[in-house]
């Protein structure tokens, strides 16, 4: 069964440093997104990407965040300057269609980033 | 603005016995809504969808049932067993899937 896979799990960095977090999607999903989820809250949205460009972005998706689509297969959040506020899951999902299509998200397994 | 919540935080359910989790919505215009199941140091699993469209939808040992009149969400598992153990969530969509904040379901021997 294809899968949303996301390297690496567990990330530690320092604060006021840059990481990247990488996600390959399901193959022949159009639609990517990045979710981040704090250690016992909710679920929380970060931004949708289509088309090679961001859709839609929520408040926590400041300058500090960017992401990009490099090649063909993956799909990576950049944090430039990291803060201790930083420090969740992240989680990448992909999908066939928009959320307001009624397309399901499929999501990886996440990487823990912790910021020290 | 949409929001989505759960009525309870934890739930304790015997194993064998029927489990229910609830949710509610605020967004009206909500027209489709996902059930996911997150285990410890995993991301979120789907479970079952329902479009608006329906009233209850069945799959297998899990019934999503949706009233849209009081904006309520609820999911039904039968026969609870300790794999079902996790945290549940549920999600609206809009221009994005909003979350709820989860129930932690404990299946107990």
């Known amino acids: 069964e294809p899968e949303v896979t996301q390297t690496p799990s567990h990330q530690v960095t320092q604060m006021g440093q840059e990481v990247i977090l990488r996600c390959v999607p399901i193959?022949?999903?159009?639609?990517f997104y990045w979710y981040r989820q704090i250690l016992g809250q909710k679920v929380e949205f970060l931004v949708s990407f289509y088309n090679n460009e961001i859709s839609e972005k929520s408040e926590i998706f400041d300058d500090q965040f960017s992401v990009e689509r490099p090649d063909g297969s993956n799909f990576t959040l950049k944090i430039r300057s990291t803060k201790l506020e930083d420090s969740a899951m992240y989680f990448c999902?992909?999908?066939?269609?928009?959320?307001?299509?009624?397309?399901?998200?499929?999501f990886g397994s996440g990487t823990q980033l912790s910021v020290l | 603005g949409e929001s989505v919540g759960l009525h309870l935080p934890t739930l304790s359910v015997q194993e064998g016995d029927n489990s229910i989790i609830n949710c509610a919505y605020s967004n009206s215009a909500s027209d489709y809504f996902i059930w996911y199941k997150q285990e410890s140091g995993k991301g979120p699993q789907f479970i079952i969808d329902?479009?608006?469209?329906?009233d209850k939808r069945q799959g297998q040992r899990v019934t999503v049932l949706l009233n849209k009149t009081v904006k309520h969400l609820s999911l039904q598992i039968a026969a609870t067993q300790p794999g079902d153990s996790a945290v549940y969530f549920c999600a609206e969509n809009g221009q994005n899937f909003v979350f709820g904040p989860g129930t932690r379901l404990s299946v107990l021997p």
């Open positions: 999902a992909s999908s066939d269609g928009t959320s307001m299509a009624g397309e399901k998200l499929f």
């Open positions: 193959s022949n999903h159009l639609y």
């Open positions: 329902i479009r608006s469209n329906m």
